[in-house]
């Protein structure tokens, strides 16, 4: 398996544009994770997945931040519109639910918003 | 709630000697322990974990961990240092909600 795959790698956009940030999980795992970060506030969880369904958004900063998962091998986060605080690099991880395993990181996407 | 600590923004050590990376945690029932590192302009990659069993725990590249029940801590150990050891530590707990919280991270410093 190639791992988790996000995509673009990079993003420049303008304030106020929509981003879309991709993620591609592991093939089998049933568990996806959305992770934000920045030198100010470290890690920071987003939301995560359980067989596509959203379990905690409370990570979410606000209503421009959106995310879903359509099916088990695609799973989207949406900035709409985008400001220069979002500026951060993006994670996605996977893995099986229950703890037991590693969940495996994508190598994210770093965001500039100008 | 569920929380992960990591009291030191950044350990320094020379190279060759041991190293320790702290770290305290917060959940609710059995915990699931994780320690991850990332290189510069990298995702996090999988060190170790502890489950369930022995408290010191064996991973990658000769780091171990142990986990303390009553001290809630579950600090990353290494006996000799290499320069390349250095990047960014994080130590994560999974609840049983399967929500993965990570710490604030902790920068390591090895210097030749």
């Known amino acids: 398996d190639a791992g988790v795959i996000q995509s673009p790698r990079h993003e420049v956009t303008e304030m106020g544009q929509e981003v879309t940030l991709r993620c591609k999980p592991i093939?089998?795992?049933?568990?996806l994770f959305w992770y934000r970060q920045t030198m100010m506030r470290g890690l920071e969880l987003l939301i995560y997945?359980?067989?596509?369904?959203?379990?905690?958004d409370s990570g979410m900063p606000e209503d421009r931040f959106s995310a879903k998962m359509p099916n088990a091998s695609f799973s989207t986060l949406k900035i709409q519109p985008s400001e220069p605080r979002d500026s951060a690099v993006y994670f996605c991880?996977?893995?099986?639910?229950?703890?037991?395993?590693?969940?495996?990181f994508g190598q994210g996407t770093r965001l500039t918003v100008v | 709630a569920q929380s992960v600590a990591q009291p030191e923004d950044q350990v320094n050590v020379a190279e060759g000697n041991p190293l320790t990376v702290k770290c305290t945690y917060s959940?609710?029932?059995?915990?699931?322990l994780f320690w991850y590192v990332q290189y510069p302009n990298r995702g996090l990659q999988f060190l170790l974990k502890?489950?369930?069993?022995?408290?010191l725990v064996k991973g990658s590249y000769g780091f171990e961990a142990e986990f303390n029940k009553s001290q809630t801590s579950f600090h990353l150990k290494k006996p000799s240092a290499l320069v390349s050891d250095s990047a960014l530590y994080f130590c994560?707990?999974?609840?049983?909600?399967?929500?993965?919280?990570f710490g604030g991270g902790t920068r390591l410093m090895v210097k030749p």
């Open positions: 997945f359980n067989n596509n369904v959203p379990i905690d």
């Open positions: 093939s089998g795992h049933n568990s």
């Open positions: 991880a996977s893995s099986f639910i229950g703890g037991h395993t590693e969940a495996f």
């Open positions: 502890y489950i369930t069993g022995d408290n």
């Open positions: 994560a707990a999974y609840n049983a909600g399967n929500m993965l919280t």
């Open positions: 959940v609710s029932g059995n915990p699931y």
